[in-house]
């Protein structure tokens, strides 16, 4: 898997409705429509510029986690990775998405699809963590 940094995000404050009813994935519900207050992204997304950016995702190896190729992911770069975060990190300089895993001393970047094998951080490597992925979002159309 590899990724393509697209840049920060930038605090946009467009507000947008929130209703309060939820919309069954089944059969419609009666309920009527009932604005219950307007919020913005950056609200729903916690999202703090200059801290946060995007990164495409390439490739399907954290498809178990629910991060499929062509997702957008918003990472906080101002969190700190914590052992089981979904992270964007950088080792000897080639960039990835993965989940980190922290045991007795030991880093291991694990994918989230069987068929790709834990990456362990040996002595020697260069690991930079760039942020913790808090968010995936998919375009549903067919565009």
Not at 20 to 44: M, N, T, Y
Not at 66 to 92: K, Q, S, T
Request: net charge negative.
């Amino acid at each position: 898997m590899s990724i393509t940094i697209l840049g920060p995000l930038m605090a946009g404050g467009a507000e947008l409705p929130l209703y309060s009813f939820q919309v069954p994935a089944g059969f419609p519900s009666p309920a009527a429509d009932h604005l219950e207050k307007k919020i913005s992204l950056d609200e729903l997304l916690e999202i703090r510029a200059p801290h946060v950016y995007l990164v495409k995702i390439e490739g399907n190896s954290m498809q178990g986690a629910g991060i499929f190729a062509g997702d957008l992911v918003i990472v906080d770069r101002g969190r700190e990775a914590e052992h089981g975060d979904i992270v964007i990190a950088a080792i000897n300089c080639e960039p990835m998405c993965k989940r980190l895993h922290r045991r007795d001393g030991h880093v291991v970047l694990q994918s989230e699809n069987p068929g790709f094998p834990p990456i362990h951080i040996m002595e020697g490597d260069d690991l930079l963590v760039w942020g913790v992925v808090r968010y995936s979002v998919r375009a549903h159309d067919k565009a």
